[in-house]
């Protein structure tokens, strides 16, 4: 059974520990230092020493005199330490030095702002928690929902086996759930070699946490999370759609936005003209042309809202009066999403270059939204790290422009 940090499973007290940590951060506190964090979260009121009522620092002097190994508050910076680099809230440096990381920032906005979206980023931050023995990687938050969707939704320390699946393969998931459904399914573990104190530990945390967050009912059934996405409505434009070539930046209109020719014609197609060679030609050629048409209803959008339009080297910047600008990089993705990793890190890159680098020199605004404009709607988790670096997120839905929850900016700029 996998390992899993144990020591606390109420969300108040979790997200009071991320600003624990976050607060040490900005002192440059060694995050990595066990006595240091320790005391700060039972200063919080994080960690609570048992059996007295003795003042804090009462309890942290005669905590100091154990033996390091015996200090609770040790433990449980340390255990929380690793909730929170799993979750990716914190990570490390370029010199192994722990830090916050952009889910972790987003999560302390979202607190901040007293607004729900820090449910939705505990909701995907546990989705994509990853644990990884030698016996192979799983997601145990996702399997602990399945198990209580299809197993025995009576008994809810059964949830534990969600950390006992070596993989997410379906074959994995049916000897644990085979499991599941056996009366005798602790007597099987414990002969296996799990002990007893790992069973108990493995169903406090998640099947807690899933709870608090409406996952699961009292019975134990996972109905599905509530998206909370927004919407724009628009007109859809027509025409032959074509790759721009990268310059220094030009005007342009929603008609004539992306005309360049894009080099071969279906006419004269052959592998040698395109960098990827694990794509044919022709289908390289059908991504550029939707990416094309991607651009251009986009760019009747903007105009429609009363913005000037420039292109190249960027996709779309559109201006409105000299005060608000839309920074767009539109992304075509692959049947399934199989690029969809790729064609995120593409996006980041380069609006990050284009703000920097080509906007200020074109048409320095005094507010830009930045936006990654995708075909569909892209994976949760990539949705939030666009949204932490504070890029927008859009995608085209038939007729209407979607926009993920925090990226409110974009929402309000169009209105």
């Not at 379906?170 to 056996?182: P, S």
């Not at 945390?205 to 109905?223: E, K, T």
């Not at 209803?297 to 105009?303: F, P, V």
Request: with cysteine.
């Amino acid at each position: 059974m996998k390992n899993f940090p144990h020591q606390i499973n109420q969300l108040d007290k979790l997200q009071t520990a991320l600003v624990v940590f976050a607060e040490l951060s900005s002192t440059d506190s060694d995050l990595g230092d066990d006595g240091v964090v320790g005391r700060a979260l039972a200063r919080a009121g994080v960690y609570t020493f048992r059996g007295s009522f003795r003042s804090v620092a009462a309890a942290l002097r005669e905590e100091s005199a154990k033996p390091k190994s015996n200090q609770g508050t040790r433990t449980c910076a340390r255990d929380l330490r690793r909730l929170f680099e799993l979750l990716r809230f914190l990570e490390a440096d370029v010199n192994g030095d722990l830090r916050l990381a952009p889910y972790g920032q987003l999560m302390l906005n979202a607190l901040a702002d007293g607004s729900n979206d820090s449910r939705r980023i505990w909701a995907v931050a546990l989705d994509e928690l990853l644990l990884t023995t030698d016996e192979g990687s799983s997601h145990p938050y996702r399997i602990l929902r399945r198990l209580a969707a299809e197993g025995p939704a009576t008994v809810l320390s059964k949830l534990a086996l969600a950390l006992e699946a070596r993989d997410d393969s379906e074959g994995e998931f049916a000897r644990i759930l085979g499991l599941a459904n056996r009366s005798d399914w602790v007597d099987r573990l414990t002969a296996s070699g799990v002990s007893a104190a790992q069973i108990a530990n493995a169903a406090k945390i998640l099947p807690a946490l899933a709870r608090q967050l409406g996952h699961l009912d009292v019975q134990g059934a996972a109905p599905a999370v509530a998206n909370n996405i927004g919407s724009i409505g628009s007109e859809v434009a027509a025409g032959t759609a074509r790759r721009t070539t990268r310059g220094n930046g030009r005007t342009t209109n929603a008609d004539s936005i992306g005309a360049d020719p894009v080099g071969p014609s279906t006419d004269d197609l052959n592998d040698d003209r395109f960098a990827d060679p694990q794509e044919t030609a022709a289908l390289r050629h059908a991504r550029v042309v939707r990416h094309q048409e991607l651009v251009r209803w986009m760019a009747h959008i903007l105009s429609s809202s009363g913005f000037a339009l420039s292109e190249n080297p960027f996709d779309i910047l559109a201006t409105k009066d000299g005060d608000s600008s839309i920074l767009v990089e539109a992304k075509s993705l692959a049947s399934g999403g199989a690029d969809e990793a790729t064609q995120v890190r593409a996006a980041i890159g380069q609006l990050t270059y284009y703000a920097g680098i080509n906007v200020p020199v074109f048409s320095p605004p005094r507010r830009m939204v930045q936006v990654a404009l995708f075909e569909n709607r892209i994976a949760e988790v990539h949705s939030l790290l666009l949204e932490a670096l504070g890029i927008a997120v859009a995608w085209r839905e038939g007729e209407l422009l979607c926009t993920s929850a925090g990226s409110g900016q974009l929402r309000e700029i169009l209105t």
